[in-house]
């Protein structure tokens, strides 16, 4: 089993670790042109991330739709239902990318920055939006992988992706003089070169099971229907972390720009741990489409163990690291001084946090979308107090950032643990068969 885990987990950590460095090679780049540029990247990112974040349900509805129906030996069928999720996500992106680039200016200035920070930001995020349709295009083929169980695939393209991402920034920002704009643009092009690699072999796919790439209008209203419940549940985690960017912001543009990096770091463990998450999905799922209700359980009780084992070490990292890390990122004396107390409180919380990533897994895995939608309110509900509170109190300097961090990483987080634990103890959320939809 632990093979099993590892042949998943393994090619699924480097695939997710590449995602976020884009991010983090943007931040690196752009925080080298100094405060403001930096401060506004983290406003760009954070409305970015989360009209991304929000999409998220394209892979991890698509991946144990997937897998159920490879359990039960319905080759074709698993790769038309991937087929499908990718034709919804490409409308939905080309949506997104319409409305955002419209909503530009107004989704900067509701978060109240100074005029240089924003005009940074107003000039990332109109680029970015560009790379919306592609980044879908690339959760709901990743999701398609990785239901059939390939995770080696989204590694190779995740990888070739990020190496591109980071000659093109490089050249655009600083051979051509663009600032953030050429970090921007740089990201857009990688993004689409990805979305062309993953269309070749899921094209192969297609051919070797002989399914349809034209979609099927019931499998796309379907996707979007059992994708609502996830939807919600993204929601409620994008809400919690933009909430904590706002109140960031009104701290000032130094904490701010020091909360951009522990948020950066946060979601690149995030990532990087939820490998386990991946692998949960995809053998959970498969199992419950064989009706294997035992492997199911050795399954998520063995990938929860090296979750914990994963988030000792991580975090032990983070904490050792805490007082170099930021220099990865910038150079500014005020933001440096900020970060080494909040840091340490991140690595404290790794472990909890690599338990609930892949409790958050096993739930996808198996469907209980419902449940997890549920909780994300419950979880908000909690968070949403501790975050007024630090607005409320206003502590400035290294106090402020280290409060809000705390909120996030120990209030959000920890209500998520609560939640999502006190479900896996009970056997209802573990239904059998290739279509869960139909009980």
């Not at 409305?47 to 929000?54: K, P, S, W």
């Amino acid at each position: 089993m632990d093979r099993e885990i590892l042949r998943l987990a393994l090619p699924a950590f480097g695939a997710l670790v590449a995602e976020p460095m884009f991010l983090l090679a943007d931040s690196a780049m752009v925080g080298h042109l100094g405060e403001e540029p930096l401060a506004g990247l983290g406003l760009a990112g954070a409305i970015l991330q989360t009209i991304i974040g929000l999409m998220v349900f394209l892979a991890y509805n698509t991946t144990p739709a997937v897998a159920r129906w490879l359990g039960a030996g319905e080759g074709r069928r698993a790769v038309a239902v991937g087929i499908d999720g990718l034709w919804f996500a490409l409308g939905l992106g080309i949506v997104l990318a319409g409305a955002g680039w419209v909503a530009t200016p107004a989704l900067v200035a509701a978060f109240g920055a100074n005029a240089a920070v924003s005009t940074a930001a107003v000039t990332y995020l109109g680029i970015s939006m560009a790379g919306i349709p592609a980044m879908l295009l690339v959760f709901a083929a990743s999701g398609l992988l990785r239901g059939l169980q390939d995770t080696r695939t989204p590694l190779v393209v995740a990888g070739a992706g990020f190496a591109v991402n980071i000659v093109l920034n490089f050249w655009f920002i600083y051979g051509w003089g663009q600032g953030i704009a050429g970090s921007a643009a740089g990201s857009v092009v990688a993004q689409w070169l990805m979305v062309a690699a993953y269309l070749v072999v899921v094209s192969g796919h297609a051919r070797r099971e002989g399914a349809s790439l034209w979609p099927r209008r019931a499998g796309m209203l379907l996707g979007a229907t059992a994708g609502g419940w996830l939807f919600l549940r993204t929601l409620t985690m994008r809400i919690a972390m933009v909430l904590a960017v706002y109140v960031a912001t009104g701290l000032g543009s130094s904490q701010l720009a020091a909360f951009q990096i522990v948020m950066t770091l946060f979601a690149t463990l995030a990532f990087a741990l939820d490998a386990l998450a991946i692998a949960a999905q995809a053998l959970v799922g498969r199992h419950l489409g064989a009706g294997d209700r035992a492997s199911v359980k050795a399954v998520s009780r063995r990938c929860l163990e090296w979750g914990a084992l994963a988030g000792l070490l991580s975090g032990a990292l983070v904490v050792l690291g805490s007082g170099v890390l930021g220099r990865l990122f910038t150079n500014a004396t005020s933001v440096l001084a900020l970060l080494p107390p909040s840091l340490v409180m991140l690595g404290l919380s790794v472990p909890v946090g690599a338990v609930v990533w892949v409790l958050d897994g096993v739930l996808i895995g198996a469907g209980d979308l419902r449940y997890l939608a549920v909780a994300g309110v419950i979880n908000l509900v909690v968070f949403a107090p501790l975050a007024v509170a630090v607005i409320v109190i206003a502590p400035v300097g290294t106090a402020g950032l280290g409060w809000l961090t705390a909120a996030f990483v120990f209030g959000f987080l920890g209500a998520r643990f609560a939640t999502l634990g006190w479900r896996v103890r009970h056997d209802r959320w573990m239904v059998v068969g290739p279509d869960r939809s139909r009980h």
